[in-house]
């Protein structure tokens, strides 16, 4: 399958169900995912850059190693999902739910966190330098080797800019 196959398959699906899909290493860039159902769904090493996946549904999906730099992912639903060493640098993550989400090794560099949901999420050795974590809640988050930037997580679990 070639990668306009797949940009062509993925633009004329509605409502767009891909339910357990594998779509290992797809070229998914600048896809319109909004609202897809990709519960399950095999996304490791895929590349959605600038992919949109505002309301989209990504329940138990394996996005391990995949490149979501600038994607919109504003509001999702990343309960407990892999994300093992994605590339989620300048990503929009407001209030996306993280929590449980595995970000070991991730690049959320420059990425929008503000309001999003990381408590309990393994961000062991991920990279938040330059990440908007305004509002942030990491309660019980592993932050072990993660460099949070200019923020730190404050008393009450959540994210606070440094001094």
């Given at each position: 399958m070639t990668v306009?196959?797949?940009?062509?398959?993925?633009?004329d699906l509605a409502p767009k169900t891909l339910v357990g899909a594998d779509l290992r290493s797809a070229n998914l860039r600048s896809a319109d995912l909004r609202g897809a159902d990709l519960a399950g769904a095999d996304l490791s090493d895929a590349d959605l850059s600038a992919a949109d996946l505002s309301d989209a549904n990504l329940g138990g999906a394996d996005?391990?190693?995949?490149?979501?730099?600038?994607?919109?992912?504003?509001?999702?639903?990343?309960?407990?999902?892999?994300?093992?060493?994605?590339?989620?640098?300048?990503?929009?993550?407001?209030?996306?739910?993280?929590?449980?989400?595995?970000?070991?090794?991730?690049?959320?560099?420059?990425?929008?966190?503000?309001?999003?949901?990381?408590?309990?999420?393994?961000?062991?050795?991920?990279?938040?330098?330059?990440?908007?974590?305004?509002?942030?809640?990491?309660?019980?988050a592993n932050l072990q080797g993660a460099d949070l930037g200019n923020y730190e997580r404050g008393p009450d679990g959540y994210a606070r800019v440094r001094g």
């Open positions: 306009k196959t797949y940009a062509s398959i993925l633009a996005l391990e190693g995949a490149n979501l730099y600038g994607a919109n992912l504003a509001g999702v639903d990343l309960y407990g999902v892999n994300l093992r060493s994605a590339n989620l640098r300048s990503a929009n993550l407001r209030s996306a739910n993280l929590r449980g989400a595995d970000l070991s090794g991730a690049d959320l560099a420059g990425a929008d966190l503000r309001g999003a949901d990381l408590g309990g999420a393994d961000l062991y050795g991920a990279d938040l330098g330059g990440a908007d974590l305004g509002g942030a809640n990491l309660q019980g």
